[in-house]
């Protein structure tokens, strides 16, 4: 069985994209959990919530079709869902549709945060595509927040995706996670971290972001780490 929180009308919106020399983030995060028994049937290793950066009137970064980074967010954050749910933990999303939770940002932002609070994640994971004025820039990179929480997290994420996804697609496979001051990452006292899952910047990157097998193997990939490391057994 498989536990789920669905916040209907929780359309969240927006981080902000900021622009750390090189990239646009966001930022939110979370809080605690352990293992879980539900009906004494299944279980959960606890809950993890999944952030789809942006939404609403806030599209973040534009591809050359026009395709909005708002959108292929939650498309990798439905995916991510799936995945971690598949390997028994819960899910909770800042928001399940194209909406934002506020049409202010700094309203959609505190939503976000009480969402993340209220859920006691073990971790969480916000979702953004990446744009850099060098269009050869490619690559998955990950981020977390200057209080270092989530830099042990981050580290191991961001190896583990170098390792996979970064190597067998072309680009760099030597990042380095990133230290930022990044809303998101603050959230909870626990490892928060941004995903910045390609460079829509970059023509290859972006076929891939909208490509169904890359998204499924990404969110395959992060899911991956966040057993590894966020399992109590
Ligand atoms: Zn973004």
Redesign the pocket.
């Known amino acids: 069985m498989k536990i789920k929180i669905i916040y209907k009308k929780a359309i969240i919106i927006a981080?902000?994209?900021i622009l750390i020399p090189v990239l646009?983030?966001?930022a939110c995060a979370g809080a605690v959990a352990g293992v879980a028994q539900a009906g004494g049937k299944s279980f959960f290793y606890g809950t993890v919530v999944v952030d789809a950066?942006?939404g609403g009137i806030d599209g973040?970064?534009v591809g050359s079709a026009g395709v909005k980074?708002?959108d292929i967010?939650l498309a990798m954050a439905r995916l991510l869902k799936s995945r971690l749910e598949e390997a028994n933990y819960r899910v909770v999303m800042t928001r399940e549709d194209e909406n934002a939770l506020s049409n202010i940002k700094r309203i959609d932002m505190q939503m976000r945060k009480e969402i993340i609070l209220s859920s006691s994640p073990l971790t969480v994971i916000s979702l953004?595509?990446?744009r850099f004025s060098d269009s050869a820039r490619r690559g998955v990179q990950v981020f977390y927040d200057d209080t270092e929480v989530g830099k042990d997290f981050a580290e191991a994420m961001q190896a583990h995706l170098n390792k996979t996804v970064n190597a067998k697609y072309g680009g760099r496979d030597d990042y380095e996670a990133i230290e930022g001051d990044l809303f998101i990452t603050k959230c909870a006292p626990v490892p928060s971290i941004?995903i910045?899952c390609g460079f829509i910047s970059n023509a290859e990157d972006e076929k891939l972001l909208l490509d169904e097998a890359y998204r499924n193997e990404l969110c395959s990939r992060i899911a991956e780490l966040i057993a590894r490391e966020h399992n109590p057994e």
């Open positions: 981080l902000s994209c646009c983030i966001s950066g942006h973040g970064v980074e708002s967010n953004h595509v990446n941004i910045e």
